[in-house]
């Protein structure tokens, strides 16, 4: 079970930190992702950390304004949004590969499961 949350309303250059919580040992293990989906576009990737590595993966929009991090103790994987845009406006998820996968993928297929949306709403 995943469940994302910490979306809302904030003005361009504002911040929002999402959250994921996680029940279960087995994602623990696993990679841990945000996607992101605009209205009327594809779902795409915003950033992925792997249970192995302390260092996270980055869309390209999302390098140098995003910072994501887990704590597995706490069984969270927090995404901290800074220097928010007009175009970072979008549902929020939060996604995991399954009990073991640590390689980080940009793929939405690649992640087995997935927690609701958290709507970010960013006013320029």
């Known amino acids: 079970q995943l469940q994302g949350s910490g979306g809302g309303y904030v003005q361009a250059g504002g911040s929002l930190t999402l959250s994921c919580a996680f029940s279960?040992?087995?994602?623990?293990?696993?990679?841990v992702g945000w996607f992101r989906q605009a209205a009327g576009k594809a779902r795409e990737f915003v950033a992925a950390?792997?249970?192995?590595?302390?260092?996270?993966v980055y869309a390209d929009s999302a390098k140098g304004r995003f910072t994501i991090s887990r704590d597995n103790a706490k069984n969270t994987v927090t995404l901290q949004m800074n220097s928010l845009k007009p175009e970072d406006t979008a549902d929020y998820y939060c996604?995991?590969?399954?009990?073991?996968?640590?390689?980080?993928?940009?793929?939405?297929?690649?992640?087995?499961?997935w927690g609701q949306g958290t709507l970010v709403t960013v006013s320029s």
């Open positions: 950390t792997s249970p192995i590595s302390s260092t996270g």
């Open positions: 996604a995991a590969r399954g009990s073991g996968i640590t390689v980080v993928s940009r793929s939405t297929s690649q992640y087995k499961y």
């Open positions: 279960g040992r087995a994602f623990s293990t696993s990679t």
